[in-house]
């Protein structure tokens, strides 16, 4: 697509409630990344897909945090039993292969109650 | 831990007056990188810089990197009610070029 694309773009849930996030990154694009920003700060690195595999998952809080890329496109981050701690907007942008030119979303904000 | 400082945090100027914004660091970075970020969308890359001292200008923005590379400055010349919104600098460590370190922001508002 032309750019990135975040779903949903809002989601509520309860605390301890499985979730799950979509990234449909640019196509072509072989670099993919999760960011979380909560309010009044910046972007926090979680995770870099480089095709299919995690070339760096050390951003990611614990292990209720986990992310695939099966066909080294879409990617869908999960967050198992949520908590108060976790609402913020998560951000997905992607690159080509060796530039460091980021295209984010628009992010999915995940309130949790 | 933030490795990258922002200041101001805030900044509200009228239309045609000129600003800095600093983004400072006690780490070396390969390059730096600015944002602008409007409510409810994803930030949008400005800028990439890579040398130290290195100046690019984008229009009415001047973007400075620090000879040691720890630290960079954006200055904006005149400026207008469309510039407002929240900038962000983010810098990519030696190590790890991919995974980008941002600092908070500056939020500017700027009215007519």
């Known amino acids: 697509g032309a750019g990135v694309s975040q779903t949903p773009s809002n989601k509520v849930t309860e605390k301890g409630k499985y979730v799950e996030l979509r990234c449909d990154p640019i196509?072509?694009?072989?670099?993919l990344y999760w960011y979380r920003q909560s309010l009044g700060q910046g972007p926090e690195f979680l995770i870099y897909?480089?095709?299919?595999?995690?070339?760096?998952d050390s951003g990611l809080p614990n292990d209720r945090f986990f992310a695939v890329r099966p066909e080294g496109s879409v990617s869908t981050l999960k967050i198992q039993r949520t908590e108060r701690g976790d609402s913020a907007v998560y951000l997905c942008?992607?690159?080509?292969?060796?530039?460091?030119?980021?295209?984010f979303g628009a992010g999915s904000r995940l309130t949790v109650l | 831990t933030q490795l990258l400082e922002q200041s101001p945090q805030f900044l509200s100027i009228q239309e045609g007056e000129n600003l800095t914004v600093y983004c400072n660091s006690s780490?070396?970075?390969?390059?730096l990188q600015w944002y602008r970020q409007e409510p409810g969308e994803g930030p949008v890359l400005l800028v990439t810089?890579?040398?130290?001292?290195e100046v690019k200008k984008l229009k009415r923005l001047t973007f400075q990197f620090g000879d040691a590379r720890k630290d960079s400055s954006l200055h904006i010349t005149a400026a207008q009610p469309g510039d407002t919104g929240l900038y962000l600098c983010?810098?990519?460590?030696?190590?790890?070029?991919?995974?980008?370190?941002f600092g908070k922001g500056t939020s500017l508002l700027v009215t007519p």
């Open positions: 897909f480089q095709g299919t595999g995690a070339a760096d």
């Open positions: 983010a810098g990519a460590l030696p190590d790890s070029g991919y995974a980008l370190n």
């Open positions: 810089v890579v040398t130290g001292g």
């Open positions: 780490s070396v970075f390969s390059s």
């Open positions: 196509s072509g694009h072989t670099a």
């Open positions: 942008a992607s690159s080509r292969f060796g530039a460091n030119v980021l295209t």
